[in-house]
Nanobody, 123 residues
Framework: QVQLSESGGGLVQAGGSLRLSCAASGRTFSSYDMGWFRQAPGKEREFVAA????????NYADSVKGRFTISRDNAKNTVYLQMNSLKPEDTAVYYC????????????????WGQGTQVTVNS
């Protein structure tokens, strides 16, 4: 079993940056592919980025390509989401999730989820 805990959210001005972290418990973290999703008020949860267990495979939503970077440190059981050039439409609760198999874009492929961290971008 994997327990996930996100941190690093907050309030930022448009054009600013934030780095989200997701700390995982359990010795098998390095076996899991990890993803970041977000959910804005009144909207469905959407894929943001994913990274394979080894760190070499990544996937990004078109809306964040070139602005967000996902990375992981298996020695620290942590996955990161560096968010640059933030826009008001990036405002959402951001969730990290863990899956076995491949760094999927689909929320249903992820078995474990964190509680989320709020990101608010002011214009």
């Amino acid at each position: 079993q994997v327990q996930l805990s996100e941190s690093g959210g907050g309030l930022v001005q448009a054009g600013g940056s934030l780095r989200l972290s997701c700390a995982a418990s359990g010795r098998t973290f390095s076996s899991y592919d990890m993803g970041w999703f977000r959910q804005a008020p009144g909207k469905e949860r959407e894929f943001v980025a994913a990274i394979g267990w080894g760190g070499s495979r990544t996937n990004y939503a078109d809306s964040v390509k070139g602005r967000f970077t996902i990375s992981r440190d298996n020695a620290k059981n942590t996955v990161y989401l560096q968010m640059n050039s933030l826009k008001p439409e990036d405002t959402a609760v951001y969730y990290c999730a863990a899956a076995l198999g491949f760094p999927s874009l689909r929320a249903n492929d992820y078995e474990y989820w964190g509680q989320g961290t709020q990101v608010t971008v002011n214009s």
